[in-house]
Every structure is written in structure tokens, then in C-alpha cells.
């Protein structure tokens, strides 16, 4: 069994910083592509950003120079360092990962169970 657990969010003022961490466990192979994602209320899931097993990464726009992912491949963990908060980023955020629990398996998509971030004076 797989699980994907996420842990830093909370309530922070706009300018604020924050930083997320997201844990893989279970019988795992290895892990391809790591990311975030956030849901704002009424709103679709949307990509905040990816990072790849070299190191590669993609971030949306809305977040470039003041979101940084990274990972520990060593502890199958992936990070999100959030600077200069505003309003328009509180969500819930979601950890994915695409991994493999055998060397036979097929590449599987996994999520975290979601953790909430609020910007708010």
C-alpha cells in the first residue's frame, strides 16, 4: 500500500512564507515525476509544480519566483518552499507522484490526502 502523507500547511499572513513536505511510503520501485497541486473553492484542481527524478521542474505561472520544489530522492520526499504569500493561493493542496511498486509494474499516479492553506490577514 502506497501512501502519499502531506505536512506544513496552516494559516499565514499575505507576504508570508511557508513550506510543504510530502512523504512517499510503502512498497515502492521507484518514483518518476513529483508535484503539487491546489483546489481554491469552486474552482478546478490546477499544477502549481513538478519536479522530475534529475531535478527537472515546471511551475505554473502564477507562482514562478516565489514557489520552489524540490526533492530527497534518498527519503522519496518532495518540498515546496511557498514565499511571498497572497489571498489568490489559498487552496488545498495535493502531493502526486507517479511511481512504480514493482519493476514490472506500470507507472501509477498516487495523491495525498490534501492539506489546506490559507493566506489571510
Known amino acids: 500500500q502506497v501512501q502519499l502523507v502531506e505536512s506544513g500547511g496552516g494559516l499565514v499572513q499575505p507576504g508570508g512564507s511557508l513550506r510543504l513536505s510530502c512523504a512517499a511510503s510503502?512498497?515502492?520501485?521507484?518514483?518518476?515525476?513529483m508535484g503539487w497541486y491546489r483546489q481554491a473553492p469552486g474552482k478546478q484542481r490546477e499544477l502549481v509544480a513538478v519536479i522530475g527524478y534529475g531535478g527537472s521542474t515546471n511551475y505554473a505561472d502564477s507562482v514562478k519566483g516565489r514557489f520552489t520544489i524540490s526533492r530527497d530522492n534518498a527519503k522519496n520526499t518532495v518540498y515546496r518552499q511557498m514565499n511571498s504569500l497572497k489571498p489568490e493561493d489559498t487552496a488545498v493542496y495535493y502531493c502526486?507522484?507517479?511511481?512504480?511498486?514493482?519493476?514490472?509494474?506500470?507507472?501509477?499516479?498516487?495523491w495525498g490526502q490534501g492539506t489546506q492553506v490559507t493566506v489571510s490577514s
Open positions: 502526486n507522484a507517479v511511481l512504480k511498486v514493482t519493476i514490472t509494474a506500470r507507472r501509477t499516479e498516487y
Open positions: 510503502g512498497s515502492i520501485f521507484s518514483i518518476g515525476t
